[in-house]
């Protein structure tokens, strides 16, 4: 069975950083992709960004470009959003998602549209000023 546990959440203040994990297991092969969504306080799941494990190759929205990045460590299988320059609205419940597809860019953006296969249970991320 595939799992996903994340970990990094906590409080921050805004304009700081803060790094969050996770690992993947019971994936089949190393072609897959990892993803990030997140869902702030009444409001709907947004995902975020993706990359592929095969490749590297990634996806952002408009709203996370240059502020976050990710990437990935794929011994460990463990995927990283490295997110800088927190605003009040990054306050939220932060999911590691990832789908058994093959990973390209295009692949990419339509698992972050769509939404992905399989699910972490969140990290919280709240931001203070």
């Known amino acids: 069975e595939v799992q996903l546990v994340e970990s990094g959440g906590g409080l921050v203040q805004t304009g700081g950083s803060l790094t969050l994990s996770c690992a993947a297991s019971?994936?089949?092969?190393?072609?897959?992709?990892m993803g990030w969504f997140r869902q702030a306080p009444g409001k709907e799941r947004e995902g975020l960004l993706c990359?592929?494990?095969?490749?590297?190759?990634?996806y952002y929205i408009d709203s996370v470009k240059g502020r976050f990045t990710v990437s990935t460590d794929n011994a460990k299988n463990t995927a990283y959003l490295q997110m800088n320059n927190l605003e009040l609205e990054d306050t939220a419940v932060y999911h590691c998602?990832?789908?058994?597809?093959?990973?390209?860019?295009?692949?990419?953006?339509?698992?972050?549209?769509?939404?992905?296969?399989?699910w972490g249970k969140g990290t919280l991320v709240t931001v203070s000023s």
């Open positions: 990359i592929s494990m095969r490749d590297a190759s990634t």
């Open positions: 019971g994936f089949p092969s190393d072609d897959y992709v």
């Open positions: 998602a990832a789908s058994n597809v093959h990973g390209t860019n295009e692949v990419c953006r339509l698992e972050v549209t769509h939404g992905m296969d399989y």
